[in-house]
């Protein structure tokens, strides 16, 4: 083989037309989807403080983020209900009139082509913060899996195009197949968080949320940090339960996870750029430490270079706007 000086690896890095020719990894608003915190509460958006740019939005003003959304050719929401009010079951989850489903209506009466992706999850329903029924200290497995499915099938009758379990309870992902096909829903995607860790880097969604344990914490049935292995085995759980799309969270600490989820599954892969991983370059920023828009745009650079089809990020608006500039 040529080496060097025949081979130089310099001349395609000369210009900038060249290295956008020669680029293996491309960022596009068509891959991303934008996470929304939509409260029962009037009134004007509420500032998340942990996480700058980003609100509490009632439900009146969906309308017009719909729009804002759809304007930067960003093709999809994901939706996070926050209650006014919560029990030990989390019945505002699947109420016909809970605020995620009333989110849902919103959006599709104002854009109807947006497509609406909706966490399903009892957490920040639930007056104790957990993801499911508690038994004692215990979350209740089989017993969550009831009310996981009736929440997913009060989604897809408000609207919802995407159902998306991330309470990370076993066989979630057939309750909810079941339910919806049992329902008429056949044609309903499950996008299933698939492998979900139990991170520090939630801290600041669930300041947004609202959705912090009360007693213990999520250890018992949100993935152990050390283990690949084990993430590979929920991945293929999933899959055979009939998740359509499968998702690995959070994404920057866990490229090697996503890379070898990429290698072993055919089926859209999702990453969730989350919330912590957000705040620190947003802080970061804030503080003159580093370019914002720089490390924001090489981070989802890298999440979609170790194999993500879908990038769920807090920075879908603003990088955007960035790429639409470039343009």
């Known amino acids: 083989m040529a080496g060097f000086p025949t081979v130089r690896l310099r001349r395609l890095r000369g210009s900038e037309a060249v290295r956008r020719l020669a680029q293996e990894t491309r960022l596009s608003p068509s891959s ?39 304007s930067l050719r960003i093709p999809a929401v994901l939706l996070f209900g926050l209650p006014n009010e919560k029990d030990g079951v989390g019945t505002q989850a699947y109420a016909p009139t809970g605020v995620v489903q009333e989110a849902v209506r919103a959006i599709k009466a104002a854009v109807p082509g947006l497509a609406v992706v909706t966490d399903v999850c009892l957490c920040e329903y639930t007056d104790h913060g957990h993801c499911g029924i508690l038994d004692g200290a215990t979350v209740d497995n089989d017993a969550t899996l009831e009310l996981l499915a009736k929440a997913a099938v009060s989604h897809a009758e408000a609207g919802a195009d995407v159902v998306a379990p991330s309470a990370m309870m076993d066989g979630q992902v057939a309750a909810i197949r079941s339910a919806l096909d049992a329902s008429g829903f056949e044609d309903t995607p499950v996008m299933a968080y698939a492998s979900k860790y139990a991170s520090a880097f939630y801290g600041p969604f669930r300041v947004a949320a609202d959705s912090s344990p009360q007693v213990g914490d999520r250890r018992g049935y949100q993935m152990d940090p050390a283990n690949a292995r084990m993430a590979m085995r929920e991945l293929e759980q999933d899959a055979a339960e009939g998740a359509d799309i499968l998702m690995v969270k959070p994404a920057l600490a866990y490229l090697d996870v996503l890379r070898q989820a990429r290698e072993a599954f055919p089926h859209p892969l999702a990453a969730y750029n989350v919330s912590g991983e957000y705040s620190m370059i947003k802080a970061a920023g804030q503080l003159g430490w580093l370019d914002e828009g720089r490390v924001a745009m090489e981070v989802l650079t890298a999440i979609r270079r170790a194999g993500a089809d879908i990038l769920i990020t807090y920075f879908a608006k603003d990088v955007a706007r960035w790429l639409q500039r470039e343009e």
């Not at 509460?41 to 403080?49: F, K, R, V």
């Not at 740019?53 to 729009?67: F, H, K, M, T």
């Open 32 to 70: 991303f989807v934008y996470p929304l915190f939509v409260t029962e509460a009037e009134g004007a958006a509420t500032p998340i403080e942990p996480m700058p740019g980003c609100y509490q939005l009632p439900v009146s003003a969906l309308a017009d983020e719909a729009r804002e959304v759809a």
